[in-house]
């Protein structure tokens, strides 16, 4: 595969692959005794080649982070994992992982890895692959059927699925339709990722007390 430079714009791009390590490794406890799925579908390249000051940089700011013990081998030969990979290390071999990126020069690395093409037009496509969803977050600004129009379908196939719209604005309009199609909450961009990890924790405690 041809060796691609990663080009991280500044060191709040590596904490939010620190984030979604913390939100993975939360999700994968609440899954202990069940297959996980995860779909990334802007999943880049297996890893990056990056110069060494920036090598070094994350080695000095991020040495005692989760993130630096899972990207420790790929630095030291100037390396940067990309989010499926990483996804990989967190969930472990069992996990069932699926990738779609628009470059399919991309998703060239991912041949022979185990992880599932996603074949995917819009965000109804992937519901049609019937896997068993515990959440989606669906953004409202998407190509072909819009977030809301995917939310509707999403609610006809299985109304009990928890959906949190992600959109730019609380723009009347589309909140009202939104929560006029029960979502489970919604989250104003630009998302901070606590604030994903937040909701992920509400709902599954939610769910829980209503199993019990």
């Known amino acids: 595969m041809k060796s691609v430079r990663y080009r991280v714009g500044n060191i709040g791009d590596l904490l939010k692959h620190s984030w979604l390590i913390e939100i993975l490794a939360y999700l994968k406890k609440q899954k202990a005794a069940s297959p996980f799925y995860h779909a990334d579908t802007f999943s880049g390249f297996v890893d990056y080649r990056i110069g060494r000051g920036l090598s070094d940089r994350i080695k000095n700011r991020l040495s005692r982070?989760?993130?630096f013990r899972i990207q420790e081998n790929a630095l030291r030969q100037d390396r940067y994992y990309g989010s499926v990979t990483i996804a990989r290390k967190v969930l472990g071999s069992s996990a069932r992982?699926?990738?779609?990126?628009?470059?399919?020069?991309?998703?060239?690395?991912?041949?022979?890895?185990g992880a599932a093409m996603l074949k995917i037009k819009s965000g109804y496509d992937v519901l049609k692959k019937k896997k068993p969803y515990d959440l989606i977050f669906l953004d409202e600004n998407m190509p072909g059927l819009t977030g809301i129009e995917t939310l509707r379908l999403v609610k006809e196939i299985r109304n009990d699925?928890?959906?949190?719209?992600?959109?730019?604005?609380?723009?009347?309009g589309i909140m009202d339709a939104a929560i006029g199609s029960d979502i489970a909450d919604y989250l104003i961009k630009p998302v901070k990722p606590n604030k994903i990890l937040l909701v992920i924790k509400r709902i599954i405690e939610q769910r829980r007390l209503v199993r019990e």
């Open 97 to 113: 992982l699926e990738v779609f990126d628009r470059n399919p020069k991309a998703l060239e690395g991912f041949k022979g890895s």
């Open 161 to 172: 699925l928890p959906v949190v719209m992600i959109t730019k604005h609380e723009e009347e």
């Open 65 to 67: 982070s989760p993130l």
